[in-house]
């Protein structure tokens, strides 16, 4: 039987709650949240979004963040529903790459295609942004995932 498609959808301002509780639970940091287009995995039957991704877009290039699924309704797909809804918008918006930051998510980004880069590798214009800066993810792995010849 096909695997049921997630119900990823851009996130509104009643997601607020959920997004909030889903950054904490993860214990994610709020940066940046303002600066990105936001989608949620929708709870269904009015109930709480179950999974969030961030995209900010800079100078041409984009940068993933915020990338979380609730403890219970991990290792279903959703994490990879919502970067591949991500880089779909990206894609569409002619964004040249999409970068994304973690500590602990790089298998989640190389089962879509992500490779892991040096830090050098971050577009100028990405280095502005609060995630990069965050002293939080001095530490965190680049990953890159071109999507332009
Ligand atoms: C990272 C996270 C979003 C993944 O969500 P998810 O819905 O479980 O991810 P998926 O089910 O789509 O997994 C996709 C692939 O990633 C890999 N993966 C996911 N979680 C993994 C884990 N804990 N250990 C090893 N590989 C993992 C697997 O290859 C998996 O594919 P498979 O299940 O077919 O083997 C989720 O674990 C999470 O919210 N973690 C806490 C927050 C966090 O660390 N966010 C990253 C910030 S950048």
């Known amino acids: 039987?096909?695997?049921?498609?997630?119900?990823?959808?851009?996130?509104?301002?009643?997601?607020?709650?959920?997004?909030?509780?889903?950054?904490?639970?993860?214990?994610?940091?709020?940066?940046?949240?303002?600066?990105?287009?936001?989608?949620?995995?929708d709870g269904g039957s009015g109930r709480p979004a179950v999974g969030l991704i961030?995209?900010?877009?800079?100078?041409?290039a984009g940068l993933l963040g915020s990338l979380t699924v609730r403890a219970d309704q991990r290792r279903r797909g959703l994490g990879r529903a919502l970067v591949e809804h991500a880089l779909a918008h990206a894609g569409a918006q002619h964004l040249a790459a999409v970068y994304a930051l973690t500590a602990a998510a790089g298998a989640v980004f190389e089962r879509c295609g992500f490779e892991p880069v040096g830090r050098d590798a971050l577009p100028a214009a990405l280095r502005t942004c609060r995630q990069v800066r965050a002293d939080a993810n001095a530490d965190a792995q680049v990953y890159v995932r071109p999507l332009l010849d």
């Open 54 to 60: 961030g995209l900010e877009a800079r100078g041409g």
């Open 1 to 41: 039987m096909p695997e049921p498609t997630a119900p990823v959808r851009p996130a509104t301002t009643r997601d607020l709650d959920a997004i909030v509780a889903l950054i904490e639970h993860a214990r994610l940091e709020l940066t940046g949240l303002g600066e990105a287009k936001l989608w949620v995995v």
